[in-house]
């Protein structure tokens, strides 16, 4: 067999050699071709005795319709077809090689060339563009490197190999394509040759070129011996686990293909899957496809798990409820921890047990409806693929009422005079929203009909105090009443009269007085000059008189003041005399 490039001596050598083993017969009819058999004892063809140069077969010649007629002896081992288009038009095809050759497949030379051919021919079956071992490359050690998977037995798409100087490979052995299985003994090849040229032949054992083996690198089917299984339950949110089985010879790799029912899932392509809610209902599987140098790729699908049912979610954090437990007070629920995380919370308040309408939100505000009732939260958690879960956070305390806050007491503006009236100021308080409501009190008792802002001293008030009582109310808080500041007595304001009538060094003086709804008015009256006080004198029957001696002569200034009483107010009145 050639391994290398033969050169211009090659053909010449090969058919003086031929001659010299063959008997030659010339015939009008077609040539048969046999196997060229090796020679290692003729010196000069040391490279066409080498590998890759299978069955150059009968040398044709050229000379006036002659040819040669290979021995007997080599009938068994036939060239069916030579050359791309030779072969093309007997329906035996390079399966592309000739469009493809230029290129290097496993690290082999390009071209013509047995090992290249056969490398391209397993990789268009299936295999990686990469050597399936290390070392050499020569057809020799392509049956030794793959021992693993190289036995005496043909397979079609297995590799004919021969070993180094076994007939008819030279130095480097030789390597075919099996196209056909005739029998046990006997198959039908492709190949090509370094230095020489495409060919398909056919082979048989009796013919004495059998191979030395058969590499079965893309024709025997890597064995699974326990299918992958998937432990992990079937279950939204879970995770599913897949083993890669066992397989024979062990593989190299595996990979993933996950399946819910009879759709693949899309970039799922690890050992593991997490069930989604898109699952449930659903049956999951995993395509395990195992690789192992000189092998072909193999799959096998895990028996499909049970219908996928919904998830659970937990709670590890239970709802609490923050915030004082007042009416009108903001109560705020947290909602606790959850997993998987939900897609969405609902919350519902309680109030002794019963739903509070419209209590729906995370935070919740109570009324005067739940004074004295205690209060929880129910959170529900939603999740696509689960079943809601529903969790109650513990009671609160009972609800108290609110309480009312004054940020300004009521106060009454005006006097406590018969006939004018008082004014309420009822003050500032929180909340706004309350009730206001006023009655007036006199001596501390309410004023029939009395309730508004504004208060009209009558005969009836007079001698009593005035007050207002506020009273601020709202439903769910705690009344507040409180009492604007007293006012002094109600009084009548009078009427004072002072006549002087003037004597040698003294001077008479008579006061009278007058109030309405007061009679008679009562009480003392005091008489001031600049010497003070000159003189003090009680009404009777709202009169009295006084005279002031010892005064110099001219004219005199007296200040005649009341005192007041408990019904009329005070009142100072002004008088001069004229003193001889």
């Known amino acids: 067999?050639?391994?290398g490039n033969a050169d211009a001596h090659v053909l010449d050598t090969a058919t003086n050699f031929t001659?010299?083993?063959?008997?030659?017969?010339l015939t009008n009819t077609s040539i048969a071709s046999l196997w060229f058999t090796s020679a290692p004892t003729l010196p000069h063809v040391p490279r066409l005795l080498r590998a890759c140069a299978p069955l150059l077969a009968l040398i044709l010649t050229?000379?006036?319709?002659?040819?040669?007629?290979?021995?007997p002896a080599s009938a068994t081992s036939t060239i069916l077809c030579r050359g791309y288009d030779g072969c093309a038009k007997l329906g035996m095809n390079s399966a592309g090689y000739r469009n493809n050759s230029s290129t290097m497949y496993w690290q082999m030379y390009s071209g013509h060339n047995c090992t290249n051919y056969i490398a391209y021919r397993m990789v268009k079956s299936g295999l990686p563009n990469s050597r399936p071992w290390s070392g050499g490359g020569n057809a020799t050690y392509w049956?030794?490197?793959?021992?693993?998977?190289?036995?005496?037995?043909?397979?079609?798409?297995?590799v004919a190999w021969w070993k180094a100087y076994v007939r008819p490979a030279g130095s480097a052995g030789h390597v075919a394509y099996v196209e056909k299985v005739i029998s046990a003994n006997e198959i039908i090849v492709s190949q090509d040759s370094w230095g020489g040229d495409f060919s398909w032949a056919r082979i048989t054992r009796a013919g004495g070129s059998w191979p030395s083996g058969f590499v079965h690198f893309n024709d025997v089917e890597l064995t699974n011996t326990t299918a992958p299984a998937l432990t992990g339950r079937a279950r939204v949110g879970a995770t599913l686990t897949a083993t890669s089985g066992t397989w024979s010879p062990a593989t190299s790799s595996v990979t993933y293909r996950w399946f819910v029912g009879s759709s693949r899932v899309r970039k799922a392509t690890a050992s593991?899957?997490?069930?989604?809610?898109?699952?449930?209902?659903?049956r999951i599987s995993v395509e395990v496809t195992a690789t192992a140098n000189g092998f072909p790729a193999t799959s096998v699908r895990s028996a499909q798990t049970s219908r996928v049912v919904p998830g659970a979610l937990s709670n590890f954090e239970v709802p609490t409820v923050s915030g004082d437990a007042q009416v009108d007070a903001t109560l705020t629920a947290t909602p606790g921890g959850w997993t998987p995380s939900p897609d969405a919370l609902a919350f519902q308040w309680f109030a002794d047990g019963t739903a509070v309408p419209r209590g729906t939100q995370e935070t919740f505000v109570p009324g005067p409806g739940q004074v004295g009732a205690s209060l929880r939260v129910k959170v529900t958690a939603r999740k696509t693929g689960y079943p809601d879960l529903v969790v109650r956070s513990s009671a609160t305390a009972p609800v108290t009422a609110g309480t009312i806050e004054r940020t300004a007491g009521p106060a009454i503006a005006g006097r406590a005079r018969l006939g004018e009236t008082l004014t309420l100021d009822p003050g500032v308080a929180q909340p706004s929203t309350v009730r206001t409501r006023v009655r007036w009190l006199r001596g501390g008792r309410p004023v029939p009909r009395a309730t508004g802002r504004t208060y009209q001293v009558t005969a009836e008030d007079l001698g009593s105090r005035i007050a207002a009582q506020v009273t601020l109310s709202k439903p769910g808080y705690t009344t507040s009443v409180t009492k604007a500041p007293w006012k002094r007595r109600a009084k009548s304001e009078p009427?004072?009269?002072v006549t002087a009538t003037p004597r040698t060094a003294r001077v008479r003086l008579r006061m009278s007085l007058a109030a309405e709804s007061v009679a008679p008015v009562t009480g003392t009256v005091q008489v001031w000059s600049r010497r003070g006080l000159v003189g003090e004198a009680e009404l009777t029957r709202g009169t009295t008189a006084l005279t002031v001696s010892d005064l110099a002569s001219g004219v005199r200034s007296f200040r005649v003041r009341y005192l007041g009483s408990r019904t009329v107010a005070p009142t100072t009145a002004r008088t001069t005399a004229e003193i001889s």
């Open 143 to 158: 049956g030794t490197s793959m021992a693993s998977i190289t036995d005496g037995v043909p397979n079609v798409g297995a």
């Open 272 to 282: 593991t899957l997490t069930v989604r809610p898109g699952h449930e209902g659903r």
């Open 62 to 71: 050229a000379t006036s319709g002659v040819a040669l007629t290979a021995a």
């Open 495 to 497: 009427t004072l009269t």
């Open 19 to 25: 001659h010299s083993l063959v008997r030659v017969a």
């Open 1 to 3: 067999m050639i391994e």
